[in-house]
Structure formats: C-alpha cells, structure tokens
C-alpha cells in the first residue's frame, strides 16, 4: 500500500530560524516519484519540487533543500533562514510510476504540516 | 501562459441538488487531474484524464460522481444528488506530455452542501 506520513501538524518558529519539514513514505515500487507542494493561505497548491527513486542526490534551491533517503523512505524538506511569507501548509506527495508511462497520475498526499513564521 | 482555472470559485448548495465545475488547463498540457480537499486533509485523487481518455479513477468517485472531457481541452466535473459529506475543496491540476509528473493546481472550487 501507498502512503505519506507527514508526522508534524504544526510548526511555529521564529523568522531567520532553520526548520525541517518530515515526510515518511511507503510503497511495494522501486520506481516512483517524490513531490512537495505549498499551499499558502490563499489556497492554491504550488509545486515545489520532483525526485524521482533512482535520485538520491539533495538538492537546494535557494533557501530551500530536500533530502532525500531511501534507507529510511525519507523526504525530508528544509528550510533556512525562514522567513514570513513561508508560512503555509506543506504536503509532501507520493506517485508510483504507471502503465502509460511516468507517473501513475494519482498523486497520493500527507495530511500537511502547517508552518507558521512568526516576525 | 495562463494557470489552471476553476469556476465557479465558490458554490453553495442545497442537498440532493446537481451541481457541476469546470477546470481549464494550462494550454498545451494532455493531462488533467481532479482532487478533493477536505479541511485540514491532504487533497484526495479523484480521477484523471489523458486528452480526452479517462484513464484512472478512484473509489472515491462513487456514481454520483462524474466527470469529462470532451474535446481534451477543459473538463467538467458534476456531482449528482449531492450529499453534505460532498463538502469539500475540489482541485483541478495539469500537466504536459513532457513532465506528466509535474502537477501545476488551480485556486479549486468550494463547495458547501447545506
């Protein structure tokens, strides 16, 4: 069975702090892919980043970097130096690879972690 | 380029009534995906389009529900006989033949069954 554990609800910090976002994933596929996307409070979910399962190179995209562990079916997701304009909730998503090619279609979601940055 | 667009934004209804939303796409892209979102949940897969095909639904999608595409361009989704566990969010995605993986979401429809 496909599943996304995001085991943070809620994250308070202080702007400028570093804070790390967790999410934990099972599936029975060796390929798949990783996603997290933000929804600000204005609701519209915005695509962060894609790793597929033969990538398990980090990445960092300005203040923001992932990591990626399959040892331990992690993905977890950075932030540093945080600001205000980061708070929102984080969803961390699963898709495994499908019959049509690429990703299966459905996108199978954590319940989120909602960031609040605090000035 | 334009983003995924959703109408109406907002729809209250009574329960037992039909009520139907449209997503358009971002141009060019060949797939189309709907999500249900309810509060404090991830969105929920719904069912997904390739052009015009439906490729994929989800259990969720009982027979109330249904949902086309028919020219491969925007797409409808109608529930019938609406209940008020309908509720929810509903969110509509695209993405390209290039990077099908790359979900990009609308501002989603809210419905209220009351």
């Known amino acids: 069975a496909q599943k996304v554990t995001q085991a943070q609800t809620e994250i308070s910090v202080v702007e400028k702090e570093d804070v790390t976002l967790d999410c934990v994933y099972e599936?029975?596929?060796?390929?798949?892919?990783l996603f997290w996307y933000k929804q600000p409070p204005s609701g519209e979910l915005v695509f962060l980043i894609r790793?597929?399962?033969?990538?398990?190179q980090n990445e960092i995209s300005g203040r923001y970097s992932w990591n990626f562990q399959k040892s331990t079916s992690s993905f977890n997701f950075t932030i540093t130096a945080s600001q205000v304009v980061d708070s929102a909730v984080y969803f961390c998503a699963l898709s495994e690879w499908g019959p049509y090619g690429g990703s299966q279609g459905n996108l199978i979601f954590g319940k989120g972690t909602k960031l609040s940055v605090k000035p | 380029d334009t983003g995924v667009s959703q109408n109406p934004r907002h729809k209250i209804t009574k329960r037992g009534q039909n009520v139907t939303f449209r997503c358009d796409p971002i141009?060019?892209?060949?797939?189309l995906y709907w999500y249900r979102q309810t509060l404090g949940q991830g969105p929920e897969f719904l069912t997904y389009?390739?052009?015009?095909?439906?490729?994929?639904k989800s259990r969720l999608l009982s027979d109330r529900f249904s949902a086309e595409r028919p020219k491969g361009s925007f797409s409808t989704l109608e529930i019938q006989r609406t209940e008020q566990g309908d509720s929810a969010m509903y969110l509509c995605a695209s993405s390209s033949a290039d990077r099908q993986d790359e979900q990009y979401f609308g501002p989603g429809t809210r419905l209220t069954v009351t």
């Open positions: 599936t029975r596929d060796t390929t798949y892919y």
């Open positions: 790793r597929n399962s033969f990538d398990e």
């Open positions: 389009f390739q052009n015009e095909a439906q490729l994929e």
């Open positions: 141009s060019e892209h060949n797939r």
